[in-house]
């Protein structure tokens, strides 16, 4: 009998390692025989698996405050019809944040040493990143809202916990003349469920709109005040254009009013706005970040921030059940300077974005064109696909041909320098890296000139026509 070929299935994220639930998801039946209140939302299948209706909303309030009390020691509640959050992949944006300030990708901007200050765009009811982030790890908030009722229950929910209240402050936005009237400024947070019940799947693509832009209450501007610095801000959008995209999951239902559900052009419009807002505040936040829900709308945003000159982009995925988010941060800070060894010469580096990669092309094609591009040239060339690199030893005669367009066709090469690095950040895009290994080189004056005609000749070969904007 032939055998059957198994598909291998993409392994999807998973939560963050240092996240309290990694190892120990919540244990219904645990917490049901230590919080009577939560007991009557316990039910048992016919296998004996503790479970709840994840579309009641009072079910989900009651996991979400015996989860915070038990693991966390805070006292939270929230009223009805506001947004329920969900407490394990809360902690998971909490802990990239975390990732991104003690990585050594840009240097700290602040003077108050190991004192952590962030902003919350929209903290909700919930202000749940506020309270994870002081009582996890110490870090002071502003969390900003707007409606009476957001600010009343996070100013409670604050006060409920008195051995962190002094590290968050409610901010309270007000409506410039300038702004219409508001709709959104709040965590707008798609729903899932532990059971993977998510609100939307990946998979479907709601319409988009392409041309609505934000127009509510401030978000950053005008409400961070003159000379106040932050190492990050954090925000969960209003991911829909109307409350009836937000309804479209009737398996689950955590809550969600309108305000922080719901703005005109979604979240790409909200998000759009923080970016803007960015350009003007630049270093007065280490860290700028937000969630996204829809991919077609992360590469649009990565495209914006490569467009305002942004100094490096991160992205990742957090885990939603069946539905995927993700994080998107950027940063004007200028790069830090990486320590080289005493006896090895500080390196050149260029770089650029390849996006809208075809398909049938990976890293690793190229990688190989960047390699024939050098080699056709009559330059030396090591490929090594492991560590996506390729070392190059040029002459200067050599890059002056390949200046000179001697080498005309990517199908047999591409770009100059001792040392490529190509590796993905996003499906579809791909950053690729050249430097000089010696400052002194008597490449360095063609060093940039080659990087571009290597960037030129990528882009033609590899990337769709509508992808063949400048990156810088």
């Known amino acids: 009998m032939p055998s059957k070929k198994r598909r291998r299935k993409e392994e999807r994220p998973k939560i963050h390692p240092r996240n309290k639930y990694s190892d120990n998801p919540p244990d219904f039946a645990l917490l049901a025989s230590l919080y009577p209140s939560f007991k009557d939302f316990v039910f048992y299948s016919r296998e004996g698996r503790p479970r709840i209706d994840w579309s009641d909303f009072n079910a989900t309030r009651e996991l979400s405050r015996v989860l915070l009390l038990h693991d966390h020691g805070l006292h939270w509640w929230i009223p009805d019809g506001q947004l329920c959050p969900t407490v394990p992949n809360r902690s998971n944006y909490i802990h990239w944040i975390e990732d991104l300030l003690s990585s050594d990708i840009i240097p700290k901007t602040n003077s108050n040493g190991d004192n952590v200050r962030g902003f919350d765009i929209g903290t909700g009811a919930n202000c749940i ?54 709709e959104g400024l709040n965590n707008g947070e798609s729903v899932y469920s532990e059971e993977g019940e998510g609100l939307l799947s990946s998979s479907i693509d709601m319409p988009a709109s392409e041309d609505k832009s934000y127009h509510g209450p401030p978000i950053l501007l005008d409400v961070v005040r003159d000379g106040e610095r932050f190492d990050f801000c954090m925000c969960n959008p209003p991911f829909f254009e109307s409350i009836e995209e937000a309804g479209l999951n009737p398996k689950t239902s955590c809550g969600g009013t309108h305000e922080e559900m719901v703005c005109p052009g979604g979240e790409k419009a909200f998000i759009t706005r923080i970016i803007d807002d960015s350009v003007v505040l630049k270093l007065s936040f280490r860290w ?111 890059c002056n041909a390949l200046l000179n367009n001697e080498v005309k066709h990517l199908d047999q090469v591409a770009s100059c320098s001792d040392v490529q690095e190509v590796f993905q950040q996003i499906p579809g895009t791909l950053l690729v890296k050249g430097s000089l290994q010696h ?21 033609r070969k590899f990337c769709r026509e509508k992808a063949g904007a400048n990156y810088s």
């Open 129 to 182: 990143y506020p309270l994870l982030g002081a009582s996890l790890l110490g870090w002071s908030f502003v969390a900003s809202d707007m409606t009476d009722v957001a600010l009343e229950w996070a100013e409670r929910n604050v006060k409920s916990n008195p051995h962190i209240s002094e590290l968050i402050e409610i901010r309270n936005v007000r409506c410039s003349p300038n702004t219409p009237t508001p």
């Open 439 to 459: 400052r002194d080189s008597p490449l360095s004056g063609l060093f940039s000139s080659i990087i571009q005609q290597l960037e030129d000749a990528l882009r």
């Open 288 to 398: 700028y970040t937000s969630m996204v829900g829809r991919k077609v709308n992360l590469k649009f945003l990565i495209s914006k921030l490569r467009e305002v000159g942004v100094t490096i982009v991160k992205t990742t995925e957090f885990v939603q059940g069946q539905t995927c988010r993700w994080g998107l941060a950027w940063s004007f800070v200028p790069p830090a300077k990486k320590i080289i060894s005493p006896h090895v010469t500080e390196k050149n580096m260029l770089s650029f974005m390849l996006e809208g990669l075809q398909r049938q092309f990976g890293a690793i094609h190229v990688l190989q064109s960047v390699e024939s591009f050098f080699h056709v040239g009559g330059a030396c060339c090591k490929l090594n696909a492991s560590s996506f690199t390729v070392d190059i030893t040029a002459s200067t005669e050599q």
